[in-house]
């Protein structure tokens, strides 16, 4: 098979006002693509296009809360009116909690499923025309969580289990019609572990996230994933930190 030329893709991203999310706007806007890139911090969100300027590609920025299924079909408008047609969708917001399920608070498993799943779908269901229309890609980020089930995350694992159970949905159903990737990244240097409120987990868990892998790594596996057209398909990448001294 012959390796196609790189065209400039359409790319929608959730989730990127910091870490892999807005790791992987700039990474794929410095390749030279355009990103639409979402999340609920417009102030965030405006830092983000700051550092965009000068890219090869293009980021554009539009707030988006990916539980609110009104603000999803609002950049759904956006994508139809403005480009030509989407070729990647990332939906990568997503939230966790660390806790011993015994002493965890109910608001915050509900608040992981709302984000980390209920999220996911209301992004796919919403852009699963365009895709289907330009043989389009799915990246999902699942986690190692997605294939093991830590102490104290057993909600978090469970939501990453099920966003590795709708890539191989998609994968199963829109077979040659779609591409889809899920990335399962260990710990990551962001600042996904400040939102635990279980202050000794938070202290006990922060040392591994500061010598995690940096979110341009990750966001380097996934301009790996959607420039492979025509040379196959990653279907799912797990990356990890390098422990060597």
């Given at each position: 098979?012959?390796?196609?030329?790189?065209?400039?893709?359409?790319?929608?991203?959730?989730?990127?006002?910091?870490?892999?999310?807005?790791?992987?706007?700039?990474?794929?806007?410095?390749?030279?693509?355009?990103?639409?890139?979402?999340?609920?911090?417009?102030?965030?969100?405006?830092?983000?296009?700051?550092?965009?300027?000068?890219?090869?590609?293009?980021?554009?920025?539009?707030?988006c809360d990916v539980t609110d299924v009104a603000s999803?079909?609002?950049?759904?408008?956006?994508?139809?009116?403005?480009?030509?047609?989407?070729?990647?969708?990332?939906?990568?917001?997503?939230?966790?909690?660390?806790?011993?399920?015994?002493?965890?608070?109910?608001?915050?498993?509900?608040?992981?499923?709302?984000?980390?799943?209920?999220?996911?779908?209301?992004?796919?269901?919403?852009?699963?025309?365009?895709?289907?229309?330009?043989?389009?890609?799915?990246?999902?980020?699942?986690?190692?969580?997605?294939?093991?089930?830590?102490?104290?995350s057993g909600i978090y694992c469970a939501t990453k289990?099920?966003?590795?159970?709708?890539?191989?949905?998609?994968?199963?159903?829109?077979?040659?019609?779609?591409?889809?990737?899920?990335?399962?990244?260990?710990?990551?240097?962001?600042?996904?572990?400040?939102?635990?409120?279980?202050?000794?987990?938070?202290a006990n868990y922060r040392p591994q996230f500061d010598?995690?892998?940096?979110?341009?790594?990750?966001?380097?596996?996934?301009?790996?994933?959607?420039?492979?057209?025509?040379?196959?398909?990653?279907?799912?990448?797990?990356?990890?930190?390098?422990?060597?001294?």
């Amino acid at each position: 098979m012959g390796i196609e030329s790189m065209k400039q893709l359409n790319i929608w991203i959730t989730g990127a006002s910091s870490g892999i999310g807005k790791a992987c706007a700039l990474t794929l806007a410095g390749a030279g693509h355009h990103v639409l890139a979402s999340a609920r911090s417009q102030d965030a969100l405006a830092e983000l296009a700051e550092e965009a300027q000068g890219l090869n590609g293009s980021v554009s920025t539009l707030p988006c809360d990916v539980t609110d299924v009104a603000s999803i079909t609002r950049c759904v408008e956006w994508i139809s009116d403005r480009w030509t047609g989407l070729d990647v969708v990332i939906p990568n917001a997503g939230i966790g909690y660390f806790d011993p399920l015994e002493n965890a608070k109910i608001e915050e498993w509900h608040a992981m499923v709302d984000v980390n799943v209920t999220g996911v779908l209301n992004t796919l269901h919403a852009t699963l025309p365009l895709l289907l229309a330009s043989k389009g890609h799915v990246v999902n980020i699942g986690s190692l969580a997605a294939r093991q089930v830590f102490p104290n995350s057993g909600i978090y694992c469970a939501t990453k289990h099920a966003v590795l159970a709708i890539s191989e949905s998609l994968r199963t159903e829109f077979k040659g019609q779609l591409a889809v990737t899920t990335l399962n990244p260990g710990a990551v240097n962001t600042p996904f572990i400040d939102r635990t409120t279980n202050d000794e987990l938070r202290a006990n868990y922060r040392p591994q996230f500061d010598v995690g892998m940096t979110p341009e790594y990750v966001a380097e596996a996934a301009l790996f994933a959607v420039e492979s057209r025509g040379r196959g398909i990653v279907s799912e990448l797990t990356i990890r930190p390098d422990t060597r001294d």
